[in-house]
T-cell receptor, first 114, second 113 residues
Framework: AQSVTQLDSQVPVFEEAPVELRCNYS??????LFWYVQYPNQGLQLLLK??????LVKGINGFEAEFNKSQTSFHLMKPSVHISDTAEYFC????????????FGAGTRLAVHP | EAGVTQFPSHSVIEKGQTVTLRCDPI?????LYWYRRVMGKEIKFLLH????????ESGMPNNRFLAERTGGTYSTLKVQPAELEDSGVYFC???????????FGPGTRLTVL
């Protein structure tokens, strides 16, 4: 079985500051890793994913994440946030290979202040 | 191309009533998933269809929940009778095949009073 822990339920940050949203996972099998974002009144949108290869993954809207197998982490980062990045962010895993039922963390609310 | 759509966007019902949620996947997507987020907790998997067949319903909480996907197109999730703890946001997602990206709908917010 897999599980995901998002270490911060809320992260306040000022505009143009850097941000890191933390995610740790647990799994006895190889996994794929994902970050999704939910803007107010919208569905979940895929920000980025790690399937294999380079451990630094670049996504949309200037976000990137680094897969660290030894620490079982997949932290999301952005060097300079904008007001429009205010949203809820979800880390998720699925078993690698054919079946991709997603296991989500509890979410992190990012609040960007002017 | 239209995305995943869900209807209704909000539903408020009383305990003991029945509610049916609908999901229309992206055209051509054989895989359809239902997820639920209760009380600001993690989003949890409910079940997975491939075309009209249930591949995995391990996340369905109990027999008050019934999911169908007639003809392998849209899907419905019926809750009968609804209980207070069923309140939450129900998400639907679809993907082209079992290993490709899932696209999510906007969700249905269900409130049981």
């Amino acid at each position: 079985a897999q599980s995901v822990t998002q270490l911060d339920s809320q992260v306040p940050v000022f505009e143009e500051a850097p941000v890191e949203l933390r995610c740790n996972y647990s799994s006895s099998v190889s996994v794929y890793l994902f970050w999704y974002v939910q803007y107010p009144n919208q569905g979940l949108q895929l920000l980025l994913k790690y399937l294999s290869g380079s451990t630094l993954v670049k996504g949309i809207n200037g976000f990137e994440a680094e897969f660290n197998k030894s620490q079982t982490s997949f932290h999301l980062m952005k060097p300079s946030v904008h007001i429009s990045d205010t949203a809820e962010y979800f880390c998720a895993v699925s078993r690698s290979g054919g079946y991709n039922k997603l296991i989500f963390g509890a979410g992190t609310r990012l609040a960007v202040h002017p | 191309e239209a995305g995943v759509t869900q209807f209704p966007s909000h539903s408020v019902i009383e305990k003991g009533q029945t509610v049916t949620l609908r999901c229309d996947p992206i055209s051509g997507h054989d895989n359809l998933y239902w997820y639920r987020r209760v009380m600001g907790k993690e989003i949890k998997f409910l079940l997975h269809f491939v075309k009209e067949s249930k591949q995995d319903e391990s996340g369905m909480p109990n027999n008050r929940f019934l999911a169908e996907r007639t003809g392998g197109t849209y899907s419905t999730l019926k809750v009968q009778p609804a209980e207070l703890e069923d309140s939450g946001v129900y998400f639907c997602a679809s993907s082209q095949d079992r290993s490709s990206q899932q696209f999510f709908g906007p969700g249905t917010r269900l409130t049981v009073l």
